[in-house]
């Protein structure tokens, strides 16, 4: 069984930077793709990056291509996302999920909020 924990969030100001963090416990090397998502009050969930587990290739919502970085440790058990000229848009509760074949694990989630 597979355990997510994210942690990194907090309150930033508009042009500011946040950095989060997602551990995982558990079987994760079986996983396909790790990555990140978010959900704004009233909003419905939408994916912001998403690193493969195989080789490593990353893809980006287009509302954060060039401010968003997604990464993870070579040993594969944690994902970051460096987020940068943070916008008030980008508040949410950002959620750190793993796919298996389609079936998909999320973490708790955690709230970034970005003031003007």
């Known amino acids: 069984q597979v355990h997510l924990e994210e942690s990194g969030g907090g309150l930033a100001q508009a042009g500011g930077s946040l950095r989060l963090s997602c551990a995982a416990s558990g079987r994760i090397f079986s996983s396909d793709a790790m990555g990140w998502f978010r959900q704004a009050p009233g909003k419905e969930r939408e994916l912001v990056a998403a690193?493969?587990?195989?080789?490593?290739?990353?893809h980006y919502a287009d509302s954060v291509k060039g401010r968003f970085t997604i990464s993870r440790d070579k040993d594969g058990k944690m994902i970051h996302l460096q987020m940068n000229d943070l916008k008030v848009e980008d508040t949410a509760v950002y959620y750190c999920?793993?796919?298996?074949?389609?079936?998909?694990?999320w973490g708790q989630g955690t709230q970034v909020t970005v003031s003007p």
């Open positions: 690193i493969l587990w195989e080789g490593g290739e990353t």
């Open positions: 999920a793993a796919s298996f074949g389609g079936n998909v694990v």
